[in-house]
């Protein structure tokens, strides 16, 4: 809306033309429960299309989850992982997997700054980790 200059009439009024981010439209399509007074409409009609929808809990159909046989498989391809990653991966794999990987080539980079993080120090300038 913003990055666009649209104004919540003309998304609405739109929404069958507009591209929606995924987690917009897996939101729309039940996926992470149904709020409280249920989906606006016509516009969740109008953004799904023929799109599969999920009512009641998201989780409700879904098999048990056997987190030991998981995380020994994870431990196999990144043998420094914890209990947290475990349960991270099983949620979001591929942004955990790449994580992982992230933090066994470049090491713990928590405790850097985020401006140095994100962008690396200038050329000359000392920081403290």
Known sequence: MVQNK?????????AEELSFPKSVVEFL????????L??????RS???????RVTGRPGATLPPFDFAKFGSELKERHPHV???????AALYPQV?????TFRES??????????????????GEEFEV
Not at 82 to 88: A, L, P, T
Not at 96 to 100: M, S
Request: no cysteine; charged share 30%.
């Open 6 to 14: 649209l104004t919540a009439e003309e998304v609405f009024d739109k």
């Open 38 to 43: 249920g989906y606006p409409e016509p516009f």
């Open 82 to 88: 914890e209990e947290r990653d475990i349960v991270s």
């Open 46 to 52: 109008r953004v799904l299309k023929a799109m599969p």
């Open 106 to 123: 470049f090491g713990p980079v928590d405790k850097l700054d985020t401006r140095i993080f994100l962008t690396g120090p200038k050329v």
């Open 96 to 100: 955990t997997e790449d994580f992982l």
């Open 29 to 36: 399509q039940g996926y992470i429960g149904e709020p409280y």
